[in-house]
């Protein structure tokens, strides 16, 4: 009896298999006839290009290994995942182009590796719901709250130079972990109005667990069976999601329940007008995004506070890790080209004053470093925080006249179009100068995308700018950054984020 079941079990599973290869094998079939220009990545029945990657599973082998398709094999690529499902990976800007503007959406599998943390905040919700919530969310970035921003950022950035003397002129150190809890204490503030101190208890739960968030994402993004969701239950990996997921939860729940108390109470005693109108959004009240959640209301309702969860926990999710990187992989780019470094210095010193170390930095100036935002740039180029962003086809996606079947999969290889020669030549040479007028006006526009581009693109760009350039002003006032030992060079695995391996080192002097 107990062999039959087994019998029958197998042949269930093998027939589903058989079928499910089949059908994914049409598809693919169909993708070669109608996209005949791309290439198809080498794939075995079952297991797609998975014995591609078999050499070296590590995370950096898997990045490195997804790279090096693009040389061997061009710009667009056909991909096939287990069970050879179709996906396509692309690079080329025009392609690029038309996947971004398809007129519905749909993202792709490892965005639903967030939900459990940000649910359907605005990176992953969809429709109707999304264009609400961008239309609610999209004033926290008027330019006269960034400015109010700015009051954070100065004060943070100030707590990161006294954290980083600790490193002062004692050999190469790791600066991605301060600029973490730096980048933690920044968007906690501005997206709650509660002060995390994360650099002064780098060791607090909070911090932790979203430490911990961001590693089983990544974990399960490269698990082969990552797409089913019954073998990640059965994980340990999911224990420890829920005991983490308990820990942010609480905690956003804590803040939003107090801030809503003390503004009903403020209601109460007829301090706060009962309306927002722009004078509140924009004038002086201090805001937060979750302030403007709180007052906000949809069709005559307020949000609940599950509605604004989502959306604040999508903040601290959004809002740190890519800063981060862009941070680190800036000060490492800077100490590795000391000519930069100088020109930098130098910029900032012209327009900011000798004594630009002490000053508090404004919207203003900071709009004013053109040298330093070339050098942003060149960092987001050869080191995007994003590397890639994944979309799903609707059926009416059209590529090159083309309709894209329902459910394939496309990742949009930020990282491979901005290393690629063709574009960028010299793709590994540091080199602002890529980014003066005359360059930019000679590529297309969707050629570099670090925050993406169209409709669904970053609505935290300008914030993150700003914090980028408040902190890296702060850094290079108070110290010079000098180039690590080459056995420190960085190296790089990804994630939702592109993050260094082992870190991003650098020396510092004191200026
Ligand atoms: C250097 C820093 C940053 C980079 C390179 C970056 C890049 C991106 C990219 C590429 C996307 C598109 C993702 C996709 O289509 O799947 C995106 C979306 C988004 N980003 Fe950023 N981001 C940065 C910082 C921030 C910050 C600081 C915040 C919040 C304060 C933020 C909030 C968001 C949100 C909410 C979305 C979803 C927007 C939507 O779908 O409407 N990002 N970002």
Known sequence: MFILLIISLIAIVTTWVVLTVAKNMLVVRALQKKLSKLHTIPAVPVLGNSLLFKRDSSPPAIFARMKEFHHIFGNDLIAQGLFNKPALQITSAAMVEQVIGAKTIQKSLIYDFMKPWVNEGLITALGKKWALRRKIITPTFHFKILEEFLAIFNRQTEVLVEKLQQQSEKGDFDIYKYITLCALDIISESAMGVKLNAQDSPSSSYVKAVKEMSEIIFRRLFSLGNEYKILFQLSKAAQRQKAALSILHEFTNSVILARKHQLEDEQLRKTTLEKMDETDIYGKRKMTLLELLLNVSVEGHRLNETDIREEVDTFMFAG?????????????????????????????????????????????????????????????????????????????????????????????????????????????????ERFNEENCSKRHPYSYIPFSAGARNCVGQKYALLEVKTTLVKILGNYQLLPCHPKNNVQLKTDMTLRPVNGAFVKIIPR
Do not use: W
């Open 320 to 432: 740190h890790d890519t800063t981060t990187s862009c941070i680190s992989f800036s000060a490492y780019h800077i100490a590795q080209n000391p000519e930069v470094q100088r020109k930098l210095y130098e910029e900032m010193v012209l327009v900011l004053g000798e004594n630009f170390k002490t000053i508090e930095l404004t919207y203003s100036m900071l709009q004013e470093l053109k040298y330093l935002d070339m050098t942003i740039k060149e960092v987001l180029r050869i080191h995007p925080s994003v590397p890639i962003i994944g979309r799903k086809s609707t059926g009416d996606m059209i590529i090159d006249g083309q309709a894209i079947p329902a459910g394939v999969d496309i990742a949009i290889f930020i990282y491979a179009m901005h290393n690629n020669p063709e574009i960028f030549p010299e793709p590994e040479k540091f080199d602002p």
